[in-house]
């Protein structure tokens, strides 16, 4: 046998595929994405855990009722005017009608955002009252919080005395 009828042999192996072109023709080609394929393996590897239930939203606390919200010109801050705040100044904001954190150095009132977070309320409590930013950034880094939240921009995180 030729290398070349081994060739042909082992792309035969191959498991294949039927595809309709533009033109709806019909195209046998390999099965993509391929057994043991990367494709497969990395979605193998990254299983999203069973039984994770996406947070129902209440009516109104939509992303878009978010967005609607924070630029309506209503008062999201709860305060006059910018601060410093160091962690402890924090910790006294640790409840859900009254809930702070921190993010990259960022000090954020989030109480209004609390029943708008698509991840749930309860999830975004476990940042109240302290720096958020580790476990913002371990969750979805790709968010944009200094975006999300710049209605509820309160001050800056800074060093305790
Ligand atoms: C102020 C801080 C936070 C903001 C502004 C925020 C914002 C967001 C946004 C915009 C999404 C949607 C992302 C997307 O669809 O790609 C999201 C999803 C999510 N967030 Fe947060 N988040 C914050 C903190 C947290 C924390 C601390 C946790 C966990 C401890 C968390 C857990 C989640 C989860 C699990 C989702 C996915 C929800 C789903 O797809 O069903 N978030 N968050």
């Avoid at 990367?38 to 992303?63: D, F, M, N, W």
């Avoid at 601060?83 to 109480?111: C, F, R």
């Avoid at 309320?121 to 913002?136: E, N």
Wanted: proline content about 7%.
């Amino acid at each position: 046998m030729s290398s070349s009828d081994q060739k042909e042999d082992s792309q035969q192996n191959v498991p294949r595929m039927t595809l309709l072109d533009p033109s709806n023709r019909t195209l046998n080609v390999p099965e993509f994405p391929s057994r043991n394929g990367p494709q497969r393996l990395y979605a193998a590897a990254t299983k999203q855990p069973k039984g994770r239930k996406k947070v129902i939203l209440e009516p109104g606390h939509s992303p878009l009722d978010w967005a609607r919200l924070k630029s309506s010109g209503q008062d999201l801050r709860g305060v006059s005017q910018l601060g410093k705040y160091t962690l402890e100044d924090l910790k006294q904001h640790k409840s859900p009608d009254d809930a702070w954190t921190a993010i990259q150095g960022k000090v954020y009132n989030m109480t209004p955002y609390l029943k708008f977070h698509p991840g749930g309320v309860k999830d975004l409590m476990r940042i109240a009252g302290r720096d958020g930013t580790k476990l913002f950034m371990l969750t979805h880094s790709w968010v944009n919080a200094e975006f999300m939240l710049d209605a509820c921009f309160v001050g800056f995180l800074v060093q305790g005395p």
